[in-house]
Every structure is written in C-alpha cells, then in structure tokens.
C-alpha cells in the first residue's frame, strides 16, 4: 500500500483499500486504509471522518491519531493536530515514526509561537527531540536537524553529532553541512581565540573533503571560496576559482570588487550575450555603480532574453535605484496594466510616488 501511494498507483492503492476492508486487516473495516488513501488524495476532511470511525472500534489506536494529527496539521489546525500527536506518543512512545511526528509537530508549533513561546513549551519539545533521536538511531536526516536545533545551546554537542553523521555517512552534503554549521559557529563564539581557531579547524577540514570528492561541484566552490574569504585567504579563493568566471564574479561581487566583476562580466558577455545570469551580473554591477547607461542596456538586454514578471520588476527596481523615474513610472505602467494583482506592482507604484 505504501509503495503504491508513494508511486503515484492510486488505482492500485483502492484495490489494496478494499482487500483491507474485506480482511479488515486494520481492525477497522478498511476505514484506516481508506483514510489513508484520502489522505494521499488531498481530501483531509473526508479522511478525517474514516479515521473518527476507527476509533469507535480501536479506542486505543495510536497510528490513527498519528495520521489525524497528520490531517490536523494539513488542514493547518495546529493546536488539533499537536493533541492527536501527543496522544499517540503517550500511547507509543517507543514507535520512531510516532516519536518524530510529535517532535516536528511540538518544533512547528513553537516556530509559530515565535517569541510568545513559553519555557515549558521550549523543554517539552527538547525532551521530545531527544526521544525521536534515540527511537530513529540510523535516522541522519533528523540527526541533522537536532544538531542544527542545539546549535546555540550544545555547540559542541552539535558539531559532534554532525561529525559523527559525516563518518558514518561521508558525502559531499554532509560535508558542507558540518562545514556550515562550524563556520556560523565560529562567527557567534564569543571567546575569539581558541574556540574560533576550533571551528574553523573542523570547518575547513570540512569543506577540503567536499572539494576532494566534487572538486567541480558550484556548491562546493562557492561555499568553499566564501570560506576563503571570510578566514582572510582571499588569493586562496581565487586560486581556487581560477577558470570557473561563472563563479568569479560572484566572488568579487561578494568581496566588494566591482571593477574585477565587471571585467569577468564583460568577457562573459562577450562570449555569450545571451546568457541570462551574465546579463543580471551586469545589471548588478551598473546597479552597484549607478551607472545609468549601463542599467538602460543591460535591463533591456535581459528582456529580450526573459521577459519574466521578476525580470521586469529588477528592470523598474533597478530605474527607481538610479533616479530614471519617467522611465520607470512607463515601465511600471504597463507591468501593472497586464498584471493587476503582482503585489510588488504596488510597492514599486509607492516607492515611485516617494
């Protein structure tokens, strides 16, 4: 059944639904199966009502409120779909799907809550991260949120676990993952001796095993030459970029190099004018620069090539940024006359009329 609903094989997940129901196979006549299939179909309030009816027969059936506080949550009734979730846990808390549903859940809700969110909250979802951790072991990708989640509190903690992860699963994303997390840690250290000098150890042994095995990956490059920079090895960087201008440009933009940009830029575009990314980095630097000729050519270089809603919202931007407001009040004009509901029309219209 869960092949057949993850493949897309509706019509064979009813077969499956009615053998169920025939054998009730879930205690229920089918109706968790059926439930299930609804789910799977986006109909959340019929699929409600099945799981209702499972409960009249299971009273005690921890995988129906899982799926209900799976349906709650779809419907975006949060504080629902948080009691359903509970329920299951105290029910089961030993099955890891249950276990990590209730974690999610309790994270989403307090994300929601944001600063109204309260300590009793924050250590009921601590405690129940910790048990989805310890019930879903060989789980990585919720390892790798829990370190993320006690990265403020646990740094060390966290970079362990990320290290533990990258050892027993070597890859080029969980490379880039530590490497991530060590370097936002050693920003935050407040100890800017032998704490930053520890972060940035583990962080560029970190990206120097993501450049080993992808040495021509654009994530690789970028994140390993901003490490580059940020560390103060800027000829590192550009070493490391040499021949790859798609991405030099973007490094020099970063590094506050307009001119060596712009350099790479009009080679670029010299060799293919109509690459889209060229064109907008051109656009970027004659925005940086103010240079008003250049924003004339290169916005309408780029509608010629896309003429996007959000390329003709950069075009009017870029206008009002370098005081050409008649050419952006006719620009804007007709963006607003073939797209009356774009939102951003309305913020250009009063950024125009200021």
Request: net charge neutral.
């Amino acid at each position: 059944f869960d092949m057949a609903v993850s493949g897309g094989d509706m019509k064979e997940a009813e077969k499956l639904t009615d053998v169920a129901r025939k054998n009730n196979l879930d205690l229920c006549d089918g109706e968790f199966f059926k439930a299930r299939l609804l789910f799977a179909q986006k109909d959340y309030q019929k699929a409600i009502e099945r799981v209702n009816n499972c409960f009249v027969k299971r009273p005690v059936f921890s995988q129906g409120y899982l799926l209900r506080s799976q349906l709650n949550m779809a419907l975006e009734k949060s504080t629902d779909a948080v009691e359903d979730a509970k329920k299951a846990y105290q029910l089961n808390p030993m099955d890891g799907l249950i276990a990590r549903n209730y974690a999610f859940i309790l994270y989403d809700r307090n994300r929601k809550l944001g600063s109204a969110v309260s300590a009793e909250q924050i250590t009921e979802t601590r405690a129940a991260l910790d048990n989805a951790l310890r019930t879903n072991p060989t789980d990585l990708s919720l390892s790798n949120f829990y370190a993320e989640y006690i990265s403020d509190t646990e740094p060390k903690r966290a970079i362990a676990i990320c290290q533990q992860i990258q050892k027993v699963a070597p890859s080029v994303d969980n490379s880039l993952k530590l490497a991530s997390l060590a370097m936002r840690l050693a920003e935050k250290s407040n100890v800017q001796s032998q704490m930053d000098t520890y972060y940035i150890a583990i962080a560029q042994d970190a990206y120097a095993k993501a450049y080993a095995a992808a040495p021509t990956d654009g994530r690789v490059l970028t994140d390993y030459s901003e490490f580059f920079r940020a560390t103060g090895k800027v000829d590192e960087a550009q070493k490391l970029l040499a021949g790859n201008d798609a991405l030099l440009w973007r490094f020099y933009v970063r590094s506050g190099k307009i001119d060596d940009a712009q350099q790479v830029l009009t080679k670029l575009y010299e060799a293919n004018p109509q690459d889209v990314n060229t064109v907008k980095g051109l656009v970027l630097v004659s925005r940086t620069k103010k240079d008003q000729a250049g924003i004339l050519k290169y916005t309408a270089e780029l509608l010629k090539i896309d003429k996007s809603i959000d390329n003709q919202v950069i075009q009017i931007e870029t206008y009002l940024e370098a005081g050409l407001t008649d050419d952006a009040q006719k620009k804007l004009a007709s963006v607003r006359e073939r797209y009356p509901d774009e939102p951003r029309a309305v913020f250009l219209q009063t950024w125009l009329l200021a």
